[in-house]
């Protein structure tokens, strides 16, 4: 008897144990890997190495040797490395700032970015953020911050946040 009551013991334990597990988020399980050393596979081909600097609503920072990148967390297949940890403590105020929110902050610091679009076909635009909406940001490109070869102003491109895969931010 004492043996059956310690196999359902330890039954009741991992049913509750996947109970809890159950709940938990890719957010929370990133956020338990702040710091740490992760490869992320991303949606359009791409794999990123670097360390988790910053975990945000629905994005992530990397510092990578060549730089800062943010990706969109619905742009990354899956991820490997860091720790075995479900729930890490991120800051709550970062958990709460929008991908908007960094763009809002390259604009302000007017860093130069790289952004790779979705889709998997290499388009890419590079620039400045010149200003960002609610679902949008407008950079004015690299190549065409003043005029074109006609001698046109050519007007800063809108891009909507669904078809952003990655941002690399210029060292």
Same mark, same amino acid.
């Given at each position: 008897?004492?043996? #059956?009551?310690?196999?359902?013991?330890?039954? &009741?334990?991992?049913?509750?144990?996947?109970?809890?597990?159950?709940?938990?988020?890719?957010?929370?399980?990133?956020?338990?890997?702040?710091?740490?050393?992760?490869?992320?596979?991303?949606?359009?081909?791409?794999?990123?190495?670097?360390?988790?600097?910053?975990?945000?609503?629905?994005?992530? #920072?990397?510092?990578?040797?060549?730089?800062?990148?943010i990706l969109p967390l619905t742009e990354i297949l899956y991820w490997e490395g860091?720790?075995?940890?479900?729930?890490?403590?991120?800051?709550?105020?970062?958990?709460?700032?929008?991908?908007?929110?960094?763009?809002?902050?390259?604009?302000?610091?007017?860093?130069?970015?790289?952004?790779?679009?979705?889709?998997? #076909?290499?388009?890419?635009?590079?620039?400045?953020?010149?200003?960002?909406?609610? &679902?949008?940001?407008?950079?004015?490109?690299?190549?065409?911050?003043?005029?074109?070869?006609?001698?046109?102003?050519?007007?800063?491109?809108?891009?909507?946040?669904?078809?952003?895969?990655?941002?690399?931010?210029?060292?």
């Amino acid at each position: 008897m004492e043996a #059956q009551k310690h196999r359902d013991y330890e039954a &009741d334990a991992r049913e509750l144990r996947q109970l809890e597990l159950s709940r938990v988020t890719a957010a929370d399980r990133l956020a338990a890997q702040l710091g740490q050393s992760l490869t992320i596979h991303g949606a359009t081909g791409d794999i990123w190495r670097g360390r988790l600097a910053t975990l945000g609503l629905g994005w992530l #920072q990397l510092t990578t040797d060549a730089g800062d990148l943010i990706l969109p967390l619905t742009e990354i297949l899956y991820w490997e490395g860091g720790n075995h940890q479900a729930i890490g403590e991120a800051q709550e105020v970062s958990r709460k700032l929008t991908l908007g929110s960094a763009l809002r902050a390259l604009s302000s610091a007017q860093r130069h970015i790289h952004i790779h679009h979705s889709g998997g #076909q290499g388009l890419t635009s590079s620039g400045q953020v010149r200003s960002v909406g609610a &679902d949008y940001c407008e950079i004015v490109v690299m190549k065409a911050q003043k005029e074109d070869a006609r001698g046109v102003r050519v007007a800063p491109r809108c891009i909507l946040f669904s078809s952003i895969a990655a941002i690399r931010v210029a060292g």
